[in-house]
């Protein structure tokens, strides 16, 4: 492959399979409750985490093993209430609903709802339903009354787990000196691996240069010793 056939502006394609996900201390724990869906206690989750953690990915496994189906927090005042609660059901960024009295009512149906059929429920949220400025007080019991499980920041192995797969997506592959390089470099959060990949994509499709280490010192702005 030459550098040109690299610097294609080739679609982004997540992959969200479970044997795309790396599991490591710092995921370990949520990915064991994923998996172990159908013993939840109380027959709903809340998968916790900072952004690009891993949650969407996660929540698309879970869809997969559940026969779930997944729904941003953002649409829920207008969606079909009782047709989701049929079935097992993912809401992602669930803390977006507060302030929004539709949207929290909506919630608060299709929570109780899909437990009263006897279905299973998984939310995600940056943030822990204790400061989501919920105005429903039942919502608010029922959401700090959900079992949660957190993606904690990543360690190294997982860092250049994600940064990988990110790249993947993309279509592109660094050479093997690059991905070690920029774990040293970065801040240590999944945020930063998301920016450094959009950047390292769009230096190679300007320069029609291959992902080494060198690209990777010049996106830093750093020497590549």
Do not use: C
């Not at 949650?55 to 207008?78: D, F, N, S």
């Amino acid at each position: 492959m030459t550098a040109r056939q690299l610097s294609f502006d080739l679609p982004v394609r997540p992959a969200m399979g479970r044997a795309d996900f790396f599991v490591s201390p710092a995921n370990a724990e949520a990915v064991a409750m994923i998996e172990a869906w159908q013993g939840w206690p109380a027959r709903k989750l809340l998968l916790l985490g900072p952004r690009a953690a891993g949650k969407t990915h996660l929540a698309h496994v879970w869809a997969e093993l559940a026969g779930a189906r997944i729904v941003p927090a953002a649409t829920l005042a207008t969606a079909d209430i009782p047709g989701l609660a049929t079935g097992p059901v993912a809401v992602e960024d669930a803390a977006g609903v507060a302030g929004d009295p539709a949207a929290e009512a909506a919630l608060q149906h299709l929570h109780n709802l899909v437990l009263a059929e006897g279905g299973a429920l998984l939310l995600t949220s940056d943030s822990p339903p204790a400061s989501w400025p919920l105005e429903l007080p039942d919502l608010a019991s029922r959401m700090q009354g959900t079992p949660a499980v957190t993606l904690r920041a990543p360690d190294d192995a997982l860092l250049q787990a994600v940064m990988t797969k990110l790249l993947a997506d993309r279509q592109l592959h660094p050479t093997p000196e690059t991905i070690p390089y920029l774990t040293r470099r970065i801040d240590r959060s999944f945020e930063a691996a998301h920016r450094i990949v959009a950047a390292l994509d769009a230096r190679a499709l300007a320069t029609g240069r291959p992902i080494t280490r060198a690209l990777a010192a010049e996106v830093l702005d750093k020497p590549a010793g």
